[in-house]
């Protein structure tokens, strides 16, 4: 029986492990805070769950993992891309 490699991540917020694909992953590329859409974007990067809860609560979590504070764009980018 084939066994699907599954990877898993945790939420940078509530540490739930999921499999990467049900995460979003954020990087910080040319000091802008983004969306990493194909996921293998190099650097640092954060998984933040489909939970809007954890895209509002992120900002300090996201800061510690990404090691940098987000700046006020990389806050409202945050907020724009909190799924409803
Ligand atoms: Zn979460």
Redo the contacts with the bound molecule.
């Keep these: 029986m084939a066994r699907k490699h599954r990877p898993q991540r945790s939420?940078?917020?509530?540490?739930?492990k999921k499999d990467k694909r049900a995460l979003t992953r954020l990087v910080v590329i040319d000091e802008r805070l983004q969306v990493d859409v194909t996921g293998k974007a190099k650097g640092r990067g954060a998984y933040?769950?489909a939970?809007s809860?954890?895209w509002k609560a992120a900002q300090s979590s996201m800061g510690a993992a990404l090691r940098r504070d987000l700046d006020a764009d990389d806050r409202e980018y945050l907020r724009q891309m909190t799924p409803s």
């Design positions: 939420c940078v917020v509530c540490r739930e933040l769950c939970d809860a954890c």
